[in-house]
C-alpha cells in the first residue's frame, strides 16, 4: 500500500510552504504530493494569505522535485476548458520528466465559483461537461503527431486542433476519478480512468462503492482500476500529539462530515490494513498543517514499512 500526501492550500498557504512540505514529503519516501484544487476555503475562517492556483503550484514542484509524483484531487471540470487543461496537464508532465496525475470532478463547492465569478451548472450539466472533458482531453493526447483532432460535443467544440503538445508519459497522463455517488462517478471512472478514488469514506461505505466501480469497469472488459482512499491522519506518539493533529481535522467545515483516523502509529497501520483488505493499494494523507512536517516523519518512518511488510 502506497502513502501519498493530500494537501488543500485553499486554506491559505504559500508557494514556499508548499515546496517545503513537497520536498520533505520526497525526501521521506512518499509516493505522491497531491492538491486540492479550490478557491474558496471550507472553514468558516479565511486564512492568509489566501488560496493558491492548483496548476500554477504543480508547475512550480514540478522543477524543483525530482521523483515523487503530483497531481490534483480533483480539478474541477468547471474551472478550465478541456482543451487547455489538456495543454496545461501535458506541459506540467514534462516540467516534471512524467511524474503528473490528474484528477478530474465535476465540481461541487458552490462558493468557489460564487466567490470568484465561475459559471457553475446545475449537477447534471457539471457532469456531462466533466464527461465531455475526459473525452476531449484523451482524444487530444491520442491523436498521433501531425493529424488533426476535432470534436463535436454539447458543451465544447474543437476544429482541427493540432493537439499539441502531448505529455512525456505514454499513452497519456494517468486519470484519476472520485466520489461518493454510487452511480455516475463509478460508471465514468470506468470507463476513463485509471485510478477510483473515495473521499474520506468508511470501511463499510468504501466496500460497496468499490464493489460498483469493480462492476462498472468489468463491464467495460478494461483492466482493473487502481482503488484508493483519502483520509484524515491523526498519528502520534503521544496523546498529546494525536490530540493536537484531531482537533485540526475536527474543526468545524463545510465538508461532509468524516471520521478521522487517529491513534499510535501501530494503531494506524491496523486501520489502513482495514482498507487494504478491500482493495486499496493507495491512502492519500490529508495533511492540515503544511508545517507539521514532523509527522510526514513519524507516518513515513512507523507507518508505511509496516504497511508495505503486512500487505507483501
Not at 465535476?106 to 465531455?132: C, K, N, Q, T, V
Not at 483516523?261 to 494506524?268: D, E, K, Q, V
Request: with cysteine.
Amino acid at each position: 500500500m502506497e502513502l501519498r500526501v493530500f494537501t488543500e492550500p485553499y486554506h491559505g498557504a504559500t508557494y514556499d510552504e508548499l515546496l517545503r512540505a513537497t520536498r520533505h514529503a520526497e525526501e521521506c519516501g512518499f509516493d505522491g504530493f497531491f492538491v486540492a484544487d479550490h478557491y474558496h476555503p471550507m472553514h468558516f475562517t479565511d486564512a492568509l494569505p489566501g488560496p493558491t492556483d492548483a496548476w500554477t503550484t504543480l508547475a512550480g514542484l514540478a522543477r524543483e522535485t525530482s521523483t515523487i509524483r503530483l497531481g490534483t484531487l480533483m480539478s474541477s471540470a468547471t474551472f478550465r476548458q478541456p482543451g487547455a487543461l489538456a495543454v496545461i496537464a501535458a506541459q506540467v508532465d514534462a516540467m516534471s520528466g512524467g511524474r503528473l496525475e490528474l484528477g478530474l470532478g465535476a465540481g461541487w463547492f458552490a462558493l468557489d465559483h460564487s466567490a470568484y465569478g465561475i459559471p457553475f451548472p446545475p449537477p447534471a450539466e457539471r457532469f456531462e461537461r466533466m464527461e465531455e472533458q475526459f473525452q476531449v482531453i484523451t482524444g487530444l493526447w491520442a491523436t498521433p503527431p501531425g493529424e488533426k483532432f476535432s470534436y463535436e460535443g454539447r458543451h465544447y467544440r474543437l476544429t482541427d486542433s493540432p493537439a499539441l503538445p502531448k505529455p512525456v508519459q505514454r499513452p497519456r497522463v494517468p486519470l484519476i476519478v472520485g466520489g461518493r455517488g454510487p452511480h455516475r462517478t463509478p460508471a465514468l471512472a470506468a470507463r476513463y480512468a485509471d485510478e477510483f478514488n473515495l473521499p474520506f469514506t468508511s470501511p463499510a461505505q468504501s466496500a460497496e462503492l468499490y464493489a460498483g466501480a469493480r462492476a462498472a469497469r468489468a463491464a467495460t472488459g478494461g483492466p482493473p482500476l487502481i482503488l484508493s482512499v483519502c483520509l484524515g491522519i491523526a498519528a502520534g506518539r503521544t496523546e498529546a500529539e494525536i490530540d493536537t493533529r484531531l482537533a485540526l481535522l475536527d474543526e468545524p467545515s463545510r465538508l461532509p462530515p468524516e471520521e478521522p483516523l487517529h491513534g499510535s502509529p501501530a494503531r494506524i497501520v491496523d486501520l489502513l490494513g482495514e482498507y487494504a483488505d478491500l482493495g486499496a493499494s493507495r491512502v492519500y494523507v490529508r495533511l492540515r498543517d503544511l508545517s507539521d512536517l514532523d509527522h510526514l516523519e513519524l507516518l513515513a518512518t512507523e507507518v508505511a514499512p509496516q504497511l508495505r511488510v503486512k500487505r507483501s
